[in-house]
């Protein structure tokens, strides 16, 4: 955490469209004696390697068994998760239908983080499937700039409950 006064505290102003290749392109603004108040909030930037998985692919991760686990999704090249909000039992049928999971039992839809939080970034909220979708990609949601805050606590994960045989 910040505390007291912070002499020459430096901060990368970029597009919001992150349309800049390199730190190099953003301006850096130089301030000096910034405060609590000022610099209250702290930022941090992790960067993933585009091309790390296929686009459009999900995964489920962090699941005690195959059928279960927080919901992430390839979009532009990198894993990222899904926010809760709004995620219900119809989004994650069309989720496990599409991942080959479509037993006689009805999924759960997670919330909270029940999975663990992930290192990759929030990529998609507020998904509303209708259940007819045969691919989550169907779906409306929004993307990670078009929703202002999902917490690392409130990412998305499902149980894609299969008949069990003895």
Known sequence: GTAGLIGDFNTFVCNWLATESSLAECDLKVTSSCTVQECATEYGMQCFDPGMCDEGTFRLVDGDIEQEGRVEVCYY???????????????AYVLCRQLGYDGGLAPVAYNESRFQDGIYPIVWSLIDCQGWEKNIMDCTRKDYLRFSTCSRFNTAGVLCAEDCVD
């Open 77 to 91: 090249g990198v894993w990222g998760a899904i926010c809760d909000a709004d995620w219900n039992e119809i989004d």
